[in-house]
């Protein structure tokens, strides 16, 4: 009979498997983040500050003078390990969430948590590729929620922030609570260790105005 | 499935909410607001000196939404505490940890509440240990130290057990590790701040450096160095003692005495007003003799 220790760490395991399955790796030719497959048909929710300039929505770079680099290409790492182009369907620099498109179906989709009902406490996994490490994950808890938070930038956003460190190659990675449903995507570090999130439901209302469908099995906002 | 996992999280989170209601916010400085942790019902608020800018003007967010002035009753920069009075009533007082069964690896959780909602980090106990000197000469009862991150403004704030239990006060002041100064120090300098307003310090009124023992008085005494007096201030406690220039302190209160850290560690307030033996090394001769520990002013 394993102790309890062993049991936790069985299930945190678990829950890290599972994250996995719907974790990619988004490049942009130089450098790269994380990504969630959203919808089984391809959809791929990031930041927006990993795909940068990245949005002529055909994998392009948006021309800016004569500086056009047609090598960069941008690309999804699927967890089964194949590359696929990717195009940019929406980004929102300001909300710094970006969603985008591979030609794929049949994608194991991350299920949804509630990101308003999440409480300070509370475990948490954030699952990425934290200076290239693929699939590293890291556990902390949830320090707080909302918009009015200290030290954060962007005041009036809300933030999801929690105790653990958020490292280049997190961003746009699931946080994902016990149960493996979504919180958020990681976006950025508020300090030597506190990282903090963009919540789930920011990132429904971002899809439902960019891409002007309600998202399926979320508490509408 | 994940039953110790979920399990484990929501007793986190239920933890932090109960504790959660002994955290106040303190608005007595500039920039961001600070915690502080409710030390009595009827308004005893107890923080960390460092956080508290000003002395006037000081205001308590309670944890019911509410903000309500509080005055200074005292601080004690030696340990980093300051104590609040704030005119409220039927605030949530945290049970304590009595320490007993405390060990490293422990789980620990910081709360703190600089905004309107409480906040909470994790971490584990990093070690423990007896009792030290702060860089101020402040005595703490027990080191404490975890790996909990002090988000901005936890300063103040209490680092409490699994249970929820109060275990200290978090400060980031002292050292450059997470420290907690734990609840008998918080005991002692808030019944002190309380009472007389400030923490009680005794006093010698010497100047001294620290010396080599001659080889002989090293192997009798079992130390390296002592304390060589190099001034006496007229009418000092020392002076009427009868400590002269050139003295060296090697003893004081049963204790060896070979740097100044020692000597300040021996100075403590319930000591003042007591004839206390000493050892002195003059004229190449070990001399008993007593002294009388006076007040710090």
């Known amino acids: 009979m394993a102790n309890l220790l062993e049991q936790l760490n069985n299930d945190m395991a678990d829950v890290v498997d599972q994250v996995r399955r719907s974790l990619v790796q988004v490049s942009v030719g130089i450098g790269n983040g994380a990504g969630t497959i959203w919808h089984s048909d391809g959809l791929i929710v990031t930041n927006a500050h990993v795909v940068g300039d990245f949005v002529d929505g055909r994998g392009r770079r948006r021309q800016r003078g004569q500086t056009q680099d047609a090598s960069r290409e941008l690309t999804v790492t699927l967890p089964d390990g194949s590359t696929v182009p990717a195009r940019v369907l929406a980004s929102d620099a300001e909300r710094d969430v970006a969603a985008l498109s591979i030609d794929a179906h049949d994608l194991p989709t991350i299920q949804l948590g509630d990101s308003r009902a999440i409480q300070p406490g509370e475990w948490v996994f954030a699952v990425g590729h934290p200076w290239g490490v693929r699939g590293a994950a890291s556990a902390g808890i949830v320090v707080g929620t909302g918009a009015e938070l200290p030290e954060m930038p962007f005041n009036e956003r809300e933030w999801l922030v929690i105790s653990l460190k958020v490292r280049p190659g997190n961003s746009g990675g699931p946080l994902v609570d016990v149960r493996g449903r979504l919180l958020g995507i990681n976006t950025l570090m508020t300090g030597p260790q506190i990282g903090a999130a963009v919540p789930v439901h920011t990132i429904a209302a971002f899809l439902k105005d960019k891409l002007g469908t309600p998202v399926v099995g979320f508490p509408s906002s | ?297």
């Open chain 2, 1 to 297: 499935m994940a039953d110790v996992l979920v399990n484990l999280s929501n007793a986190l989170a239920d933890t932090v909410a109960q504790a959660g209601q002994g955290v106040v916010r303190i608005e007595a400085r500039r920039r961001l607001p600070a915690s502080g942790i409710v030390w009595s019902a009827d308004g005893v608020i107890v923080t960390a000196h460092h956080v508290v800018e000003r002395d006037d003007n000081i205001t308590i967010g309670l944890a019911n939404g509410e903000s309500v002035p509080a005055t200074l009753v005292g601080r004690d920069p030696s340990t980093d505490l300051a104590v609040l009075r704030a005119q409220t009533n039927g605030l949530t007082v945290l049970g304590r940890d009595s320490f007993d069964g405390l060990r490293v690896g422990h789980l620990v959780l910081a709360l703190g509440r600089p905004g309107k909602d409480v906040l909470s980090t994790l971490g584990i106990v990093s070690a423990l240990g007896d009792s030290w000197k702060s860089s101020m000469g402040g005595t703490v009862d027990r080191y404490l130290q975890t790996d909990v991150a002090m988000y901005p403004g936890f300063s103040g704030g209490p680092l409490v057990d699994a249970a929820g239990k109060l275990l200290g006060l978090n400060t980031s002041a002292l050292r450059d590790v997470s420290l907690t100064i734990p609840t008998p120090t918080l005991d002692r300098v808030v019944s002190s701040l309380l009472t007389h307003g400030k923490v009680k310090q005794g006093y010698l009124g010497i100047g001294a450096q620290p010396v080599r023992l001659p080889t002989a008085f090293r192997e009798q005494l079992g130390q390296e160095t002592g304390l060589l007096v190099a001034s006496v201030e007229t009418d000092s406690p020392a002076e009427k003692s009868g400590l002269l220039l050139g003295d060296t302190l090697v003893a004081f209160d049963g204790g060896a005495v070979r740097h100044m850290d020692d000597l300040a560690g021996l100075l403590a307030g319930d000591k003042i007003g007591k004839a206390l033996p000493a050892k002195i090394i003059r004229g190449g001769q070990l001399h008993d003799m007593q002294v009388t520990i006076g007040e710090r002013a």
